[in-house]
């Protein structure tokens, strides 16, 4: 039984080793804490993996709560495993990245580590439940730590400003979901998934309460429509994303927003295949015919906004942050179209977009470490200066844009199959005029770290200006981030057949 | 699969030529060139070994030869599926040739960063092979996309002053086509119901497509294709390209890169879509004299010698679409022995212009004269070259264009006679180039100026031969075309 939890264990145990480290070890020695850390989070990297290998699966889809002591609370069907192997691996880059960051600009150790690890433990629950309740505690667990994660620079005012931005509009979030949540329950009797999408759940209540169950479920969207960063919900976003210390930032990129996808998949996912929950129709049936075009829409907006809005920008994170939220609109589209190949799509998107954001905030963060590389302009004869930093940042931005044979265009193109392949090829091809805008704004760091000379930018002398060298284990994030956007696209099959399973776990 | 995967090696053994000068240190700039040289010999000597195999390896219902595949993405529909025929091949040779070429001019030319000029080089060598020899889409479309981040870095690093303009148009032009070549391919894949994307088969399926869709698909394709080619209005990246690009990049983007665009053609839209293809021959044929005319006359008016043999080879490419017009066998085989042609004249033609470059440091017609004074061999090498140019019988480039005129005469005389008429104004302008360049008093400025070099010599040996030999003997190109040729027509439904 408790097999199925050992990835979780393990995380919250490093959470606590990281603590207690943190306070027992003597002033010098508290480097320790991130090594810790880090294994723990292959030990916990390791356990998904070998729960997925092993077979300690359950079949997934939606069905009545099954007994026991876990009651439907904790599920280990492949789309949790498959997403925890997501956010651990997560775990593991933000690691990695945040252990010499730390050190140089004075992040308290211990309560970086737990808090990540802790937020960690909150998406595994997110993704790995079917009950409204645990999704509910899951997301809370991971936004708390993350409020937090955000003012870790206590002295930094931009990082305090993060912290309470993301809080305030953090809380606001989690508060409409509750309450949607609420209203759900309070309509159909159930915090369980599995009932409530059967014939016995929301399709079964009295018509009284339809437009109860229905203002829950709207809220529900717009709730995860925050935690999603989509427009019209983003607007902490780039603030939150600035102001917050890099490493959490490259995390809160890929990390919170992936768990807030894996539970709009588990809420809505089914509901999108397979149509009204237990085939009701009337209002509750309109509702569910329409989720598509909202989320449709929703995408459009976002990625368009994203894009945009993202020409615009001087500051790295904020490029990034608008990056981040163009590419919640790509994701997106794999809701929109409905599909069994639309969720699988959202699945390998996660995974390739993961990898691929790391390795563009891994730079930004070899950077940082030598106290450069917030500016777009700290980008120029980066070719020189630190050439791996500058080769992979291109290969990440190449694989951000879609460009083969990268992991980012696989995605897109699974996410085109996907919308063409439901006749929803407007989808696809507004995808594609975004895809073309972004172009800009990463052209203009690569432009900058190949093709403006240092001399007239810096008004130094070439060479004047020092190389900058990354350490170890910031280049071991960003190798590991490089190779798994490159070969994520070459073994596409084996991805996306998993992917496929755990979309058709949900 | 059976046999040795000569192919697979042509195309793969430059990229890891790439990742291996990327372990040589930097300084060591006489072993990056000679490390270069070698990966640019490989894929040669792979594809000479397969001309030499040519005629004992087994051929396939279709034609195609040395066929490897394996499943990449099987619940997709999507392989690794390489291939070659008599369409690709000659191609494919054009390419390994002239990326040798390129590799070793650059040992002169190329004067700081050569382990990234070098490596980069040889990614985009994978690119192209990989383009041509690809019979899937997705890995075609792979391939495409390959391509263009290597020459985007060539002419943005190495290039001249505008290299960044030119390097960013290049890019953003080739990217719109390439993605919206994309969504046919996708629409192709969908709407044929092959549930494959196999060219082969999606060619089989194809005319189930309804033919309002297919025209939007065989547009949608030429988009993406015309922009390499390039086709009027689609062109204004490359005058700007070659200016900008360094010589060597120059050679491979004119002789190589435009072919791209010519090959989806008569590789993918025409085949695939064959009653698209007739309902926009108009069209074609309209763009292809465009071409042939706009591109000629605009030489005339050029003052930069670059530029000359840019818009020389938007001429020139005309004729190719003036083929796929005419769409009669000794047409179609005429506009493929313009790719073979073209390619290896305007490798020479920028090889020249590199020449003169490096000598005199200008491009400038007005400020060039006397150069059979100055440098004599050079000068003979470049009357040659542009003496091929303009079309003369006995070389490569007359053939082609007589195999295009004469394939279309029975289709429209009107079009030939345009098609004539563009070729009065390239012979003109040839010809007045080299007055202005060639001949005339030498300027003392230049004298004393070295004549070509050996290293020189033996870029130029291996293109002149060809010209001449592929001008005398067009039997031994057209021996590989003229299987294609009727194949193609056969899609079309002709004869």
């Known amino acids: 039984m408790w097999r199925v939890v050992l990835p979780e264990l393990v995380v919250t145990a490093t959470a606590l080793v990281a603590l207690l480290g943190d306070l027992f070890l003597p002033a010098g020695r508290k480097r320790a804490v991130g090594y810790l850390s880090l294994v723990g989070v292959v030990l916990a990297l390791a356990a998904a993996v070998g729960l997925a290998a092993t077979g300690a699966v359950t079949p997934g889809g939606v069905g009545p709560a099954p007994a026991g002591p876990l009651a439907g609370m904790i599920e280990a069907d492949f789309f949790a495993l498959a997403m925890k192997v997501v956010f651990v691996a997560v775990g593991l880059g933000t690691v990695l990245l945040g252990v010499d960051f730390a050190e140089t600009r004075g992040l308290p150790r211990g309560e970086f580590f737990s808090l990540t690890l802790i937020a960690v433990l909150g998406m595994m629950l997110m ?31 931009r990082s305090g400003e993060a912290a309470l931005k993301y809080f305030l509009t953090g809380a606001l979030a989690s508060a409409v979901i509750l309450f949607g949540m609420a209203l759900v329950f309070g309509a159909a009797g159930s915090t369980n998934l599995g009932d409530l999408l059967g014939p016995g759940g929301l399709a079964g209540i009295r018509s009284g309460w339809v437009p109860v169950a229905v203002t829950g479920l709207v809220l529900l969207v717009a709730g995860f429509g925050f935690k999603l960063a989509a427009v019209p919900f983003h607007f902490w976003a780039p603030d939150a994303y600035e102001g917050a210390p890099t490493p959490v930032t490259a995390f809160f990129s890929v990390g919170p927003k992936a768990a807030a996808f894996a539970a709009v998949l588990r809420i809505f996912g089914p509901v999108l295949v397979a149509g009204a929950p237990g085939g009701a129709g009337g209002v509750l049936g309109d509702f569910s015919g329409l989720l598509p075009t909202l989320f449709a ?5 976002t990625m368009t906004v994203g894009n945009l809005a993202a020409l615009a920008q001087t500051d790295m994170k904020r490029l990034l942050a608008y990056s ?108 594609v005029l975004n895809s073309a805008v972004s172009v800009g704004y990463y052209y203009g760091v690569v432009r900058n770290m190949y093709l403006v000379k240092e001399s007239e930018a810096l008004g130094a002398e070439p060479g004047a200006v020092g190389t900058i060298p990354g350490t170890p284990l910031v280049r071991t994030a960003l190798g590991l981030a490089v190779v798994a956007v490159l070969v994520l696209g070459v073994f596409f099959e084996p991805l996306s057949r998993l992917a496929a399973m755990a979309g058709g776990a949900l | 699969m059976s046999g040795f995967p000569i192919l697979t090696l042509m195309v793969f053994a430059p990229l890891v030529g790439t990742f291996v000068l990327l372990t040589i240190p930097k300084d060591r700039v006489q072993l990056c060139r000679q490390v270069a ?60 040739l002239v990326t040798f070429v390129a590799l070793v001019a650059a040992w002169d030319m190329v004067k700081e960063k050569e382990r990234a000029f070098f490596s980069l080089l040889l990614l985009l060598e994978t690119g192209m092979l990989g383009v041509f020899l690809a019979l899937d889409y997705v890995l075609f479309y792979v391939f495409w996309e390959i391509v263009l981040v290597p020459m985007y870095f060539l002419i943005g690093i190495w290039g001249g002053p505008r290299r960044e303009y030119a390097a960013l148009k290049f890019f953003i032009y080739t990217l719109v086509g390439s993605v919206i ?106 763009l292809g004299l465009i071409n042939i005319i706009y591109g000629a006359l605009t030489a005339m008016a050029q003052k930069d010698l670059k530029k000359l043999v840019a818009y020389s080879s938007i001429s020139h490419m005309g004729f190719v679409l003036l083929g796929l017009a005419a769409g009669t066998p000794l047409a179609l085989a005429g506009g493929m022995f ?48 542009f003496f091929a140019n303009l079309g003369l019988p006995g070389l490569a480039g007359f053939v082609s264009e007589f195999f295009v005129l004469a394939g279309t005469f029975r289709v429209s005389v009107v079009w030939v006679a345009m098609a004539g008429l563009g070729m009065l104004v390239v012979a003109g302008f040839n010809l007045w180039m080299m007055q202005r360049v060639l001949m005339g008093e030498a300027k003392e400025e230049y004298a004393g100026l070295p004549d070509a070099t050996p290293l020189e010599l033996f870029t130029y040996a291996p293109l002149v031969v060809l010209i001449v030999v592929l001008g005398v003997a067009p039997g031994l190109l057209m021996r590989f075309l003229d299987g294609p040729a009727v194949q193609l027509v056969q899609r079309l439904g002709g004869i």
């Open chain 1, 127 to 157: 993704a790995g439940s079917r009950d409204l309740v645990m999704i509910y505690l899951g997301l809370e667990t991971t936004a708390i730590s993350s409020y937090a994660l955000a003012g870790l620079l206590r002295g930094d005012l």
């Open chain 1, 297 to 301: 829409v929703l995408s459009v907006v």
């Open chain 1, 324 to 431: 981040s939220i163009a590419h919640a609109g790509y994701i997106l589209v794999g809701l929109a179209v409905a599909s069994p190949r639309g969720l699988a799509a959202v699945v390998y998107y996660l995974a390739a977009y993961a990898a691929m954001n790391l390795g563009a905030f891994a730079v930004v963060i070899w950077l940082e470490n030598r106290g450069t590389g917030r500016e777009v302009k700290d980008y120029v004869g980066l070719a020189r200066r630190a050439p791996l930093a500058a080769l992979a940042l291109v290969v990440c931005f190449l694989s951000l844009i879609g460009i083969p044979p990268t992991a980012g265009f696989f995605g897109k193109l699974y996410l085109f199959l996907a919308a063409v392949g439901e006749g929803q090829t407007w989808l696809a091809v507004v995808m």
């Open chain 2, 181 to 286: 070549m994309l969504v046919g391919i996708l629409a192709l894949y969908f709407m044929s119901g092959a549930k494959t994307f196999d060219m082969l088969a999606i060619a089989a399926a194809a005319p189930a497509i309804p033919l309002a869709a297919q025209k939007w698909i065989f547009f949608a394709l030429f988009l993406g294709f015309a922009v390499k080619v390039p086709v009027f209005p689609l062109h204004t990246w490359l005058p700007d390209a070659h200016v900008e690009a360094p010589t060597p990049i120059s050679v491979v983007l004119a002789a190589v890169l435009l072919k791209m665009g010519t090959y989806g053609f008569y590789r993918v839209s025409y085949p695939t879509l064959p009653e698209a293809a007739k309902a926009f021959t108009v069209a074609m044929a309209a």
């Open chain 2, 338 to 385: 313009m790719n073979i042609s073209h390619g290896l004249i305007s490798a020479m033609l920028f090889l020249m212009v590199g020449a003169i470059y490096e000598r005199t440091h200008t491009r400038e017609i007005a400020k060039l004269r006397g150069i059979y004074v100055t440098v004599p061999v050079v000068a003979t090498v470049m009357a040659f070259s």
């Open chain 2, 37 to 96: 040289a070698f990966f640019g010999l490989v894929p040669l000597a792979a594809s000479l070994w397969a001309l030499a195999k040519w005629g004992s390896a087994a051929v396939t219902p279709e034609g195609l030869r040395l066929v490897e595949r394996l499943d990449w993405i099987p619940s997709l529909g999507i392989s690794y599926f390489l291939g070659t025929d008599g369409l690709s091949f000659p191609l494919v040779l054009l390419t390994t």
